[in-house]
């Protein structure tokens, strides 16, 4: 398999004379064909992921799930590993798409897509979040060399005649699933107690949808090609970015809707960190079939797109990674190699995005193949590709203009054809560094990189992405330093962008590379609010970062308005107290006492709901409140109403809704 590439500086436009960009010590290069002057950006689209849908599920289909058995340990030796053609990545293990599904899932219902990874706080064990037609598998990769199906969540609509992709993403140790399928809606799924699972929500406000992205130091979710739950034929937000709130994973809830660029395939969203121009900014960068959106989401109920290129043979917009400095972005083109819609060879789309009001398309890297390529992902300065029958690609961007392959694993070693077969996705961020790779019809790839292709690395964690704190209080935040990839050598941690209000101060600040530290947070009695933070890890010249989000919290500030029963009213034997929600509150004490001063109380329960019913013997006068309450403690009670029962059984539970 020939693995050339060819990088393409992109021209200059400049009143209206081209002229090609000079490269230092460089041989001239072939004239550009791939830059578009920003006039000739198209409308807002209407495909709808129309095109990509037909393509793929003609694809898919004429290739049947492949019977393959699983490999372990199979080393990278003179470009082949069990068979697999490679360069600089080794075989771990790979586990049969028939072993990752139940024994009643066969033949191409068996198919893979999407993938994540997760690694359990407490036990560090690692595990592969596997996308199916089916469900979703759960497989412990720990022992990469022998993976292990713990668990496997079915489909919303486990319908045989109703199967297709799904799309995963993991925050606060659950897994938010959705699916094109209508009405899918979004699982919620609790991975803590593995092999374990409970589904602990499911919502609602959308129904099919094709791709989810989590933004996990801001705590939401942007839903994408979406559709109406009570009407499929309409997409919601327009196909553009549907909003979630899923700090609390258990109560996810509708944030906003961005439909001013139609229908959105994928986006990448991200708090701009200390230091930048755009700091304490939430963008999204949404790959919208054909052009490159970038929008303030920062308020979502006013989400503002900041610009709208495209650029030349723009045939599917489709998925895109910010280097890890936010200077440039890789992104690519699922359908320009495809014969129907282009038939041009694989290209890779860098980015300046330094002024994301006037993002320039800089280079081209162009490969020798009309393989499609699907998804990236950047860690530290490597760029990890799944192109579909071409296989995994590592890309060096350490250098933007040098961009260059250093590392391969081809799980579909037959043909480099332009179809939508092996390859579909990995996840890279394992701290093992280990990467995850689902093949549609082959399986879970377990791989390797060696240090031919990636140099020791080393990053930074906390895995308290959006950690809550309370006003006038401290909380202990673990710090994870990883090394990678065989690196050795010592840490100098520090934490930048804390407001005033917010002390910090970490149990040590020199530390191996592999070292957990804990990082204590401390509020004043004054702040409030969301700030977010950039945890950086220093070795000489070298950073790494991470940005996470931490949020203030206070009791309540305002009791809950009663509504029932009124004041002075009679009531039966049986009486339904009801209020209104109150703002912070995450549960309620309701009290009943004999007397107007509570000292003598005769109900005094927890309630996460805003009503209950309870049963009270009659002919007596009754005082009742609510507390409203938080993990800071109770806030101010409600007032305080009277009413008489009529009944003449005792006090006893009936009913809590």
């Known amino acids: 398999m020939s693995r050339t590439v060819l990088i393409i500086p992109v021209i200059l436009l400049f009143l209206g004379i081209i002229v090609l960009a000079p490269t230092t010590g460089a041989a001239p290069v072939a004239p550009l064909r791939f830059r578009t002057p920003t006039a000739t950006v198209p409308a807002p689209q209407a495909i709808q992921g129309a095109a990509e ?5 003609k694809s898919e289909s004429a290739i049947p799930n492949q019977m393959l058995a699983p490999v372990s340990n199979a080393t ?36 893979g897509n999407d993938i994540w990874g997760w690694y359990h706080p407490e036990t560090g064990a690692e595990y592969a979040v596997v996308g199916l037609r089916r469900g979703v598998a759960f497989v412990n990769v720990t022992t990469p060399t022998v993976p292990i199906v713990e668990a496997f969540h079915p489909s919303a609509l ?50 099919g949808a094709h791709s989810i992205t989590i933004n996990e130091a801001s705590g939401f979710a942007y839903i994408m090609g979406a559709r109406n739950p009570l009407n499929p034929s309409q997409r919601s937000c327009a196909g553009g970015l549907h909003v979630v709130d899923i700090r609390d994973p258990k109560n996810p809830t509708f ?28 963008i999204c960068f949404a790959y919208n079939e054909d052009t490159l959106t970038i929008v303030d989401v920062s308020d979502k109920s006013n989400m503002t797109m900041l610009s709208r290129v495209s650029y030349e043979n723009a045939k599917y917009t489709h998925q895109g990674w910010l280097t890890e ?11 320009d190699e495809f014969p129907s819609t282009g038939g041009l060879n694989t290209r890779t789309f860098m980015w300046d995005v330094s002024d994301l009001s006037n993002p320039r398309h800089i280079d081209t890297l162009v490969r020798d193949s009309q393989t499609i390529d699907h998804d ?42 332009p179809s939508f077969n092996g390859a579909w996705g990995s996840y890279v961020y394992l701290p093992s560094g280990n990467i995850l790779t689902n093949g549609i019809e082959q399986g879970l790839f377990v791989l390797r ?68 530290v804990s990082l204590t947070l401390e509020a004043s009695d004054t702040m409030t609010g969301t700030t977010y933070l950039t945890l950086e890890g220093r070795d000489g010249t070298t950073t790494r970062q991470q940005l996470f989000g931490v949020q203030v919290r206070t009791v309540p500030l305002s009791g809950p308005t009663l509504v029932s029963p009124a004041p002075d009213a009679a009531q039966s034997d049986t009486v339904t107290f009801t209020w209104e929600p109150a703002t912070g509150a995450t549960g309620y004490r309701l009290q009943v006492a004999s007397d107007a001063d509570f000292t003598t109380l005769l109900l005094d329960e927890s309630i996460t709901e805003t009503t209950a019913t309870r049963a009270l013997s009659g002919s007596t006068e009754y005082h009742w409140r609510v507390i409203a309450e938080n993990e800071c403690g109770p806030g101010s009670a409600s007032e305080v109403r009277t009413f008489t029962s009529e009944g003449i059984s005792l006090w006893l539970p009936v009913l809590v809704r």
């Open 255 to 282: 944030a906003g809707c961005f439909a001013n660029d139609g229908y959105t395939h994928d986006a990448q969203c991200v708090v701009y960190p200390t230091g930048t121009p755009y700091a304490g900014r939430e």
């Open 449 to 516: 990189p060696t240090n031919s292709a990636v140099a020791p690395d080393f990053d930074v964690e906390t895995s308290m992405t959006h950690a809550p704190i309370c006003q006038g209080q401290s909380a202990s935040i673990p710090v994870h330093t990883r090394a990678l990839y065989g690196y050795q050598g010592n840490l100098s941690l520090t934490l930048k962008g804390a407001p005033a209000g917010l002390t910090a101060l970490f149990s040590d600040t020199t530390v191996q590379a592999g070292a957990q």
């Open 158 to 207: 486990n319908d045989p005649s109703r199967e297709l992709w799904r799309d995963v993403r993991v925050y606060k140790n659950h897994a938010f699933i959705v699916s094109e399928i209508d009405p899918h809606g979004m699982q919620v799924v609790d991975m803590t107690q593995l092999p374990n699972i409970t589904q602990v929500a499911h919502y609602m406000g959308v129904g």
């Open 376 to 417: 990236q992902y950047i860690r530290g300065d490597f760029s990890f590709q799944s192109n579909y029958r071409a296989g995994v690609s590592i890309l060096n961007v350490a250098s933007i203009s040098d961009t260059h392959e250093v590392g391969y694993f081809d799980i579909y070693p037959q043909d480099d054809a």
């Open 325 to 335: 400095d936010y200077r440039y972005m890789l992104m690519d083109d699922e359908l």
């Open 53 to 57: 849908l037909a393509c793929r599920i």
């Open 76 to 111: 990278c030796t003179a470009g082949s590993a069990a068979g697999y053609p490679c360069q600089n990545i080794d075989l771990l293990s790979l586990l049969p798409s028939a072993q990752l599904n139940p024994s009643w899932v066969t033949g191409s219902s068996r198919n």
